[in-house]
């Protein structure tokens, strides 16, 4: 990845960083209360990080270098899947505001986003970073990130199980149906099921 790439990738993670620090102090202060807190996302995250150690146990040293792929196109690819992922994962985090959370958890006041984003996936967020890291795996032709991409995928798998779970219970009357309309983490997979959302 030659230096532009790399500085273009990096300003991208360094931006979605400093909204989701912005975010969480500001969430700290002004959000509504916790009202109530699913199951932690730690086995999940543990899991994950155990992919990650099995597959890279010395951090990628020479199996990345070994089957890395040097291609202009893929790495165009990438930068362009990057930078639509990163507009996206930041129009996420701020139409969510104060309802965001680290941990699964409704909150006092609890509304759920069915606009905007919330209109293209059910976790755009989750969507957003996902497509940073395939697009950062492109960008780089390396299989260190495309194993974290998996690893990532993994380890959200049961946050958004959990997450679901407690906007079920939260809004019995409207999330069955918002559930049907949007799919999960692929934008129009609900066009390929006849309308309905997985």
């Given at each position: 990845m030659d230096r532009v790439t790399s500085a273009v990738v990096a300003s991208c993670w360094g931006l979605v960083a400093a909204v989701w620090i912005a975010g969480a102090i500001y969430g700290a202060v002004k959000g509504p209360a916790v009202r109530s807190r699913g199951h932690g996302s730690l086995p999940w995250i543990l899991a994950a990080a155990g992919v990650w150690l099995v597959v890279f146990p010395h951090g990628g040293q020479g199996f990345d270098q070994r089957y890395a792929v040097r291609d202009l196109g893929l790495e165009g690819s990438g930068l362009a899947v990057v930078l639509g992922a990163t507009a996206f994962t930041v129009w996420a985090r701020l139409a969510l505001g104060t309802?965001?959370?680290?941990?699964?958890v409704t909150k006092e006041g609890h509304q759920l986003r069915t606009t905007g984003p919330y209109a293209i996936t059910r976790h755009p967020i989750y969507t957003g970073l996902i497509g940073m890291l395939a697009g950062t795996a492109l960008a780089e032709g390396s299989p260190f990130w495309a194993v974290l991409v998996v690893a990532v995928v993994v380890g959200l798998y049961g946050k958004i199980r959990?997450?679901?779970?407690?906007?079920?219970?939260?809004?019995?009357?409207?999330?069955?149906?918002?559930?049907?309309?949007?799919?999960?983490?692929?934008?129009?997979?609900?066009?390929?099921?006849?309308?309905?959302?997985?």
């Open positions: 309802m965001w959370s680290w941990a699964p959990e997450e679901e779970r407690l906007m079920a219970n939260q809004f019995p009357g409207e999330y069955p149906g918002y559930r049907r309309r949007v799919p999960q983490l692929v934008p129009g997979l609900h066009l390929l099921h006849g309308g309905h959302a997985q």
